[in-house]
DNA sequence: ACGCCTCGGTTGAAGGATCAACAGCTGGCT
DNA sequence: AGCCAGCTGTTGATCCTTCAACCGAGGCGT
């Protein structure tokens, strides 16, 4: 085994960094969502996952993919969501192994109450300290991570990018309304 | 309450990168960890912690200081560790509130078999693909974040920065030997 | 000396995440 | 047709984290 590549005073800086944030930045997201609606960071995550696409409905796998989630992290969560009333889970009628989650009226209005507190958040957290052009570098480096993970299951291939029938994207909105349910999801 | 201010479609790309990065880091490395020695990404950094500083001692209060963390979630992780005979509690004796946790030889052992392999794996997810350039714009980013975070208990201030007795930091080492700890704490 | 407040730390309960085991269904192969 | 492999999804156990309650010790004012 080679010496081990030890750090250099710059990377540790930016890793110290970097750790810090992905130590204390789910925290601060979930605290305030937790407050004002009661929803985990994840829990809205899957909410206006769902809100974005065509009948609201979406397998869980694609779900999964989508909040690059395990199935059974996703099924937990929405076994919770479903008692709240603001998801429903039925059987596919055309493959009697997929189930279809479809978020309900109420799970609607919830995501629609909490978008703009939680946008404002990210915001206040994250953008309001960046420059443009710090934001396109922050865009990239992350990307670039993200891809040098392992992959995950559910994580990358088929998840996020491919999951939606595919026209739609982030940035315009499935076959409704304009996107209430705020652009916050990690589609990736 | 003014219309709230969504986010630009750039913003919402960073985001999701970002809020992905987020949620899988951790993830990962401590997957790395796990495998290699039983131990929690936060596990390792307790340890780490302890190893570069004098005695190989510090006051639980400094220790969450150290790791960003609140006092109750260190002390459950201590006993653990404490029952694993990495770590030892003793109450001060200048102090009877304060309790010092002092890192065993079998925990320095700990941390020495388990940093190069954890050093590799930040390596390779972060560092092996960025430029000079990019880690410098990632500390610059980070940093600014972390800035914007609101403070949270034993974080900031009387937090990392100020807990070494002062003099040493991170880039040189406590009393004694060289780090055989890696460099890889949070101490921001 | 007394009371009170704060600090440092621990504990138990509750909620979230992960892991491993499992069950139902499908589709392909023979 | 029958079987097996693999996909989809659920469940229970376990661990980690957080929260709130609590306790003892020190410091301070009177």
Redesign the pocket.
Known sequence: MEPTPWLTADEQRAWRALIGLVTRLP?VLD?QLQRDSGL?N?DYLVLSALSEHPERTL???RLAGVSR?????L??????LEKRGWVE?TPSTR?????LAVLTDDGMRAVQETAPGHVAAVRSIVFDGLDDEQVEQLHAIAATMLERLPDQQGAQRGGADASCSSSQRFTSVPHRKPPVAPPLRSTR
């Not at 989630?69 to 992290?73: A, P, T, W």
């Not at 493959?95 to 189930?99: E, K, P």
């Open positions: 925290g605290a985990t994840f397998t869980m796998s989630s395990s199935l059974s992290r099924s937990h969560v929405v076994a919770k889970r493959d009697g192994r997929t189930t």
